[in-house]
């Protein structure tokens, strides 16, 4: 296992199409997060799911985005009319069951929207 | 409203020195506190973290210090290194959530 997989690294899209961003997490970690970071911030978070159960969106998640966990393995994360305030990396995190720290991150989808 | 603070944007240290990073918060109910370094165009990597009933842990050249009635910690990298040189994070934990601070930057000067 080599840690916390994202696909694709950079994506370039124009203004209104979709997107969508995968995410495979460690494979014993049954916990798995969405963070979205821009120029100058830390992470912010976007929504958590444990096992494939999402169990929690932040207010920032707005109508055009969706996740899912369909296995409970890999999570996608679409972004439907993306907009350029959208440009943003969006960052995958994993950790195992009962873990209050330690989250592993994965490399992150940089994505711009033109 | 910004529950995990950096105030320092960036730090330059001279190799060999100590390093100092700060973060303020706000929220008494944070459990754990955590800090990341991040080089760019990877993810953020974990250092060390501390648990809200502690006011110290150390790992090898990593040390955090937690003062509650202050609500403040900080990171001390002895001695500084030039791979230390990244941005770093500081996190906070409440139930599942990270709340992270924006980060300071940190130069190893040679």
């Known amino acids: 296992d080599t840690g916390v997989s994202q696909n694709p690294r950079h994506k370039i899209t124009k203004r209104g199409q979709n997107v969508t961003f995968r995410c495979d997490p460690i494979?014993?970690?049954?916990?798995l997060y969405w963070y979205r970071q821009t120029l100058g911030q830390g992470p912010e978070f976007l929504t958590y799911?444990?096992?494939?159960?999402?169990?929690?969106k932040s207010r920032l998640l707005s109508d055009r985005f969706s996740a899912e966990r369909p296995k409970g393995s890999f999570s996608t994360l679409e972004i439907q009319r993306t907009e350029q305030g959208d440009s943003a990396m969006y960052l995958c995190?994993?950790?195992?069951?009962?873990?209050?720290?330690?989250?592993?991150f994965g490399s992150g989808t940089r994505l711009t929207v033109v | 409203d910004q529950q995990v603070k950096q105030n320092s944007p960036s730090l330059s240290v001279q190799e060999g020195r100590i390093s100092i990073l700060n973060c303020d918060y706000t929220?008494?109910?944070?459990?754990?506190f955590l800090w990341y370094k991040k080089y760019p165009a990877e993810g953020p990597t974990f250092l060390i973290s501390i648990s809200s009933i502690k006011d110290k842990n150390e790992d090898g050249r990593f040390t955090v210090f937690l003062n509650k009635s202050a609500k403040h910690l900080s990171l001390h990298i002895v001695p500084s290194q030039p791979g230390d040189s990244a941005v770093y994070f500081c996190a906070a934990t409440f139930n599942y959530q990270l709340i992270w601070g924006a980060g300071t930057k940190l130069i190893i000067k040679p």
């Open positions: 929220n008494s109910m944070f459990d754990y």
């Open positions: 799911f444990q096992n494939e159960a999402q169990l929690e």
């Open positions: 995190a994993s950790s195992p069951p009962g873990a209050n720290y330690g989250y592993t």
């Open positions: 494979s014993e970690h049954n916990r």
